[in-house]
């Protein structure tokens, strides 16, 4: 377990510190003169002579790729120039609010996704595994923002039962947050829930025509407690790394649901910060983004692992 | 001597099939046999010969679809277990009837440990729980010859050798001390040496215990150290069955001789040598299952008759009692002629 | 056809005898599994009548996409406007069809570089071996760790706003994907029994690459490309949704929603036509991709 652990680790830093180089370099992209254009819709020299020396923009690039690396191990992610703040406090302002919306649209997606795919795994071939299949295509073809805009009419608009917007912090009121992220969380979960379905099915069936589930069913296990106790357990490990996978397509995702929502998480931040050119907090949030994605994928895979006996016990 | 006691299985006429793609697959066309309390049969045939399959079929499982019974009837102490509701026959299957399966690494269960695994049956079938259940597993470790058995319960299968997990399956097989024990291919993915052990095991507890076995297996030669009777399959169908001694010492069916002669005779040591035999030709496409005796494309003996025809099942002319054979041609005179013309 | 490269390599097979290659027989058999599945074919039509509306929009379109109509703004559904209008009279219609150019152009252009990125970098790695597909890998790995979209849309900030640079974006962002699954075709053809023969009997590894390798991960790559089309047109139509693809008043799906959602309880008919198309197309591709995979490897249905 502890090896497995390590080797995880050693796979996922150098993954994540070429992932800043990556991030790093697209400033590169910007055309024209880097201060100026790092400086956004201000033109006061100042500023772009604090610039200039904030991003050692003397320097060669290697050079600024370590010094602005550094700051980042130590926690500063740079100046929103816009907001005229740390962009560390922004991120952490707003990490809370999208890992949120992220964990309850999982929470959507398993709830979903898992039962149907067992089903469809289990009746493979009748009408219920076409069905389950249909509703899967259909998620995974929907675009989510006009799902969400699809919500928004039905639920706010025609029957108002639900905000069509805002955000309330859980800790102010629970039951008007959940209000509030009942829509975005429901929409982002659609997708994962497509992909879920998917997965566990495909899990499921490779379980279920095992050598072992037959053993079990020559002892005379009754059907329920074949899929709970035999085939499930089995096919978790495969439907938690592949899940954990799609943290990539939630967070992706977050960003467009939380613009139809107007929810002011991380996403909502990042499309701020590109209009608004503040290239800093853009890179900020990519990296935290990377690293969070980076980070689940890594509990997952510890997950996996504790499920998994032979490596729970090495 | 076994047909002095009682009848414990009576398959009639038993036919399954597979759907696929290109048509219905006939895996079993009409296998009829009988197997007394306490005896122990041995079934040998090559892969697709229908022997795992119309025992995993009389006993719901295989999986359906793609797979059906098309026809019979399999008297399990005279209930027709084709009949009965699902609920039913799984209390008979683990209960009254054990399984030990070819493949014990992918055979048992990897994220359960090996208590829990003979412990389910237990529950199931005798309604044991907590610590008697725990005790009973022990003891049965103890029984399969696993040394520690008290600290191994709590182990997972990849902690146990080939060997060990097959003697786990067979623990498992055995639980509920079961009447009829159907080992499938039980000893074919282990080395020679471990095969060995596994069966003097089987033979010992079957001394012990006194069920019935149905050995399946494409090696005759393991057959030969255990069973009373043994059948020989093929496309489906019985072609040969008898006493065991009888069908080594006195083959009635070329497909039986054919696989006698593929076995290496190490008695006869250097100077008995000889080069092995090997069948010509492939089995029929059992989508299309040829109308006489199926073997007959691949039999130098076949008659005219035997591929329009095919043959019943009769007791073989001149042989012991109880040896039967399907065959139209007679395979003792054929051999005798081509000796005479050498 | 392997029963000649089953030779022990290392003896030179006879000259006479032909290394064998993938032929045109598999793809016509291909074709054929292909077209048993149905839902595969409705993808089809799809996706070509889709692409007929993208070439011949000019004809088909009643209207100019970009001439507003001050008379006729946010009408409901008519005869004159099967659609309606939108908040500066554009007709809705019309700009449906000619955003058809935009999605499926940008879907097309943008898994057309993943690939032409993709597939020598992944033939590069994988071919290699060594350092070079250590290197490449981790990038790739890199890349990956940057969520999709998110990478898109950082590439979009940076390179500035447009169709052109949400394109390259989107293809950049997939390239991983490709590199990924060609370095790992080429490790499983390599392994192949026919490729062991072509290198026995001296041929350069470009020309393996070239003439032994690339046909055969063909397929899979053909699969691939469908299925991320389908994505890449989401994402078309995401980066334009948030306003960093195509730029008002050029027509395209997502920007027409980014619009519509300000007038939901006024005009819904805005919001109802871009999604629905952009919900076709991506169903379109999807099914043929699924199809396409299936026909590909029979043993996994889904």
Request: proline residues 7%.
């Amino acid at each position: 377990m502890l090896r497995f652990l390590v080797q995880r680790l050693a796979l996922a830093i150098p993954t994540l510190v070429i992932a800043s180089m990556i991030i790093f370099t697209l400033q590169q992209l910007l055309p024209g003169d880097t201060a100026t254009a790092l400086s956004g819709e201000e033109r006061d020299p100042e500023v772009i002579a604090f610039i200039r020396q904030k991003y050692h923009l003397d320097q060669p690039l290697p050079v600024r790729y370590a010094l602005w690396a550094g700051g980042v191990l130590q926690g500063d992610l740079g100046e929103s120039i816009r907001l005229q703040k740390p962009v560390i406090d922004l991120v952490i302002e707003k990490l809370p609010v999208t890992l949120e919306l992220a964990c309850l649209a999982m929470l959507v997606a398993l709830v979903i996704g898992v039962p149907m795919g067992i089903l469809s795994a289990v009746k493979r071939g009748t009408a219920a595994d076409t069905l389950a299949n249909g509703i899967a295509l259909w998620g995974l073809s929907v675009p989510n923002f006009w799902l969400g805009i699809l919500m928004i009419l039905l639920f706010s608009v025609q029957l108002g039962w639900l905000p069509a917007s805002g955000y309330v912090s859980p800790f102010e009121s629970l039951s008007e947050n959940l209000r509030s992220m009942a829509m975005p969380a429901f929409v982002l979960g659609n997708a994962i829930a497509a992909v879920m379905m998917r997965h566990t099915r495909a899990a499921m069936l490779g379980v279920l025509g095992s050598d072992y589930v037959r053993t079990a069913r020559a002892k005379g296990v009754s059907p329920l407690r074949l899929i709970l106790r035999h085939a499930l357990p089995n096919a978790a490990i495969p439907i938690i790394t592949l899940g954990a996978l799609e943290f990539g397509q939630l967070l992706s995702g977050a960003v467009l649901t939380e613009q139809v929502f107007s929810v002011p998480g991380f996403g909502k931040l990042m499309v701020d910060a590109v209009f608004n050119r503040d290239y800093a907090t853009v890179q900020g949030v990519v990296i935290c983004t990377a690293t969070t994605y980076v980070l689940l994928n890594l509990a997952a895979d510890l997950l996996a692992a504790f499920v998994n006996p032979k490596l729970r016990r090495a | 001597m076994a047909q002095a006691r009682q009848t414990l299985l009576d398959v009639r006429d038993l036919a399954v099939a597979f759907d696929s793609e290109g048509g219905a697959v006939h895996a079993v066309n009409g296998v009829s046999y009988t197997l007394a309390e306490g005896e122990t049969l041995g079934i040998v045939g090559e892969s697709g010969s229908g022997k795992s399959v119309h025992v995993l079929a009389m006993l719901g499982l295989i999986p359906r679809p793609p797979g059906r019974i098309t026809g019979g009837q399999v008297l399990f102490e005279g209930r027709d277990l084709l009949a009965l509701p699902e609920r039913d026959l799984r209390k008979i299957r683990g209960g009254q009837i054990g399984f030990v399966f070819q493949d014990p690494m992918s055979s048992l269960n990897p994220g359960m440990t090996v208590a829990a695994q003979i412990i389910e049956p237990l529950r199931i079938h005798l309604g044991l729980d907590g610590r008697a259940a725990r005790a009973r597993a022990k003891d049965l470790l103890d029984l399969v010859r696993i040394p520690n058995a008290g600290a191994r319960l709590d182990q997972y299968p990849h902690e146990f050798s080939g060997g060990q997990r097959q003697r786990v399956m067979i623990a498992i097989g055995l639980s509920c001390r079961p009447k009829l024990l159907i080992a499938d291919e039980a000893t074919t993915a282990l080395d020679v040496t471990v095969q060995a052990e596994i069966i003097a095991l089987v033979q010992e507890l079957k001394r012990e215990i006194g069920m019935a076995i149905v050995w399946i297996t494409h090696d005759l030669g393991v057959v030969a150290g255990i069973a009373d009777t043994v059948q020989v399959m093929y496309a489906g169908r019985i072609l040969e069955r008898g006493p065991v001694d009888d069908i080594f010492r006195d083959p009635r069916s070329a497909y039986t001789l054919g696989l006698l002669r593929s076995l290496p005779d190490l008695s006869r040591g250097r100077a008995g040598r000889r080069r092995l035999h090997q069948i010509e030709g492939a089995p029929p496409d059992m989508r299309h299952p040829p109308a006489g005796d199926p073997f007959a494309a691949r039999n130098i003996y076949a008659t005219p008759r035997c591929l329009t025809e095919a043959p019943p099942l009769t007791q073989a002319p001149g042989a012991a009692p109880g040896h039967l054979v399907a065959a139209w041609y007679d395979l003792p005179a054929r051999l005798a002629a081509e000796e005479a013309a050498r | 056809m392997t029963k000649a490269a089953i030779a022990p390599t290392g003896v030179a097979l006879p000259a006479a005898e032909p290394v064998p290659r993938a032929e045109p027989g598999p793809i016509r058999e291909f074709w054929t599994r292909l077209k048993q599945r149905r839902s595969a074919m409705l993808g089809l039509v799809i996706v070509v009548a889709l692409i007929l509306m993208a070439v011949f929009a000019d004809w088909i379109a009643p209207y100019d996409p970009i001439a507003t109509d001050w008379g006729a703004i946010r009408t409901a559904p008519s005869w004159a406007h099967p659609f309606g209008t939108d908040e500066v009279g554009h007709d809705v219609l019309s700009r449906i069809v000619f955003g058809a150019r935009a999605s499926l152009g940008a879907g097309l252009t943008s898994v057309a570089l993943a690939v032409a990125l993709g597939l020598p970098f992944g033939l590069l790695a994988g071919y290699a071996g060594g350092v070079v597909d250590l290197l490449i890998m981790r990038l790739t790995d890199a890349l990956l760790a940057i969520p999709f979209l998110i990478l898109a849309i950082a590439l979009a900030a940076f390179l500035g706003p447009s169709l052109t640079n949400a394109m390259v974006a989107i293809g950049l962002s997939a390239t991983s994907t490709f590199v990924r699954l060609t370095r790992a075709q080429v490790q499983a053809v390599a392994a192949e029994e026919f490729v062991e023969a072509a290198r026995a009997v001296g041929n350069p590894p470009w020309r393996i690459a070239i003439h032994h390798i690339v046909p055969n991960i063909v397929p899979a790559i053909l699969v691939q490309a469908t299925l991320t089309i389908a994505a890449a047109i989401i994402a078309e139509a995401s980066l334009s949704f948030l306003g960093l693809g195509q730029q008002p008043p050029e027509p395209s799906w997502g920007s027409m929603l980014n619009v519509a959602k300000n007038f939901l309880e006024q005009a819904p008919w805005m919001a109802i036509w871009p999604g629905a198309s952009i919900f076709l197309a991506v169903l379109a591709f999807n099914l043929l991709g699924d199809g396409l995979r299936d026909a590909l490897d029979p043993r996994q249905r889904t």
